[in-house]
């Protein structure tokens, strides 16, 4: 099965509209890192926003947010106020098990295309 | 500036042919990472490495190398049992204390 799941292929949003990306997720741990990226055309990662499994609030970073619903494995990323530079790649990835402070491996989806729109 | 650096960012492979990917980083991270990235795909763990001539195996490690001689280097090597080498490598890097995987602008590698 697998562990990260991004049903949306490609996304459409009109500038200063917000969207939701989707990503489930599949681990049978307790303690796990979910993470979100973002890759424009470059092909250079960009981290957006980190949520931890025993973080009680979503995480924000100014206009991402992560909608966490533990209970449902779902990791959704919410983008306000789109802007034409938001077109990109959108990556979910999880870390399984608890981070021990040494190396982190990432497992990802297999993204997201959002394009925005005037 | 503080970052991650690649290096060529696009490598041509003859058939048979080893070919060295360059990762170099001055953010004084300890640990230091190499994906694969198909087209279409998300990204694959090849190696990684937590400290200082240490490396582990990815998910994909078969037909590659690497060495972690220096905390800033960390190159990889496509040798020539990767039958399928063509694809969009990218290098990371993450400190002990902050998990969050910084990346490097990638080496795309084609084969002639």
């Known amino acids: 099965a697998q562990k990260i799941t991004q049903t949306q292929p490609g996304m459409f949003v009109q500038e200063k509209e917000a969207v939701t990306l989707d990503c489930t997720y599949d681990?049978?741990?307790?303690?796990?890192?979910l993470f979100w990226y973002k890759q424009p055309s470059s092909g250079e990662m960009i981290f957006l926003i980190y949520q931890g499994s025993y973080d009680e609030q979503n995480a924000t970073e100014g206009r991402y947010s992560l909608n966490f619903q533990k209970a449902r494995k779902s990791a959704n990323l919410v983008i306000s106020a789109s802007q034409l530079g938001d077109s990109a790649m959108y990556f979910c990835?999880?870390?399984?098990?608890?981070?021990?402070?040494?190396?982190?491996?990432?497992?990802f989806g297999t993204g997201t295309r959002l394009q925005v729109t005037l | 500036d503080g970052g991650i650096t690649q290096s060529p960012k696009y490598l041509f492979r003859k058939e048979g042919q080893n070919v060295t990917l360059s990762c170099e980083q001055n953010?004084?991270?300890?640990?230091m990472y190499w994906y694969r990235q198909d087209p279409g795909q998300g990204l694959r763990l090849i190696y990684y490495s937590q400290i200082v001539n240490d490396f582990q195996k990815g998910d994909i490690a078969e037909g590659y190398s690497v060495s972690r001689e220096k905390k800033e280097s960390f190159p990889l090597t496509v040798t020539s049992a990767q039958k399928n080498p063509t694809a969009f490598y990218l290098c990371?890097?993450?400190?002990?204390?902050?998990?969050?995987?910084?990346f490097g602008p990638g080496t795309r590698l084609l084969v002639l």
């Open positions: 681990t049978s741990d307790q303690s796990y890192g």
């Open positions: 990371a890097s993450s400190t002990r204390l902050v998990e969050t995987q910084y």
């Open positions: 953010l004084n991270h300890d640990a």
């Open positions: 990835a999880m870390r399984e098990g608890l981070y021990t402070g040494t190396a982190s491996k990432l497992t």
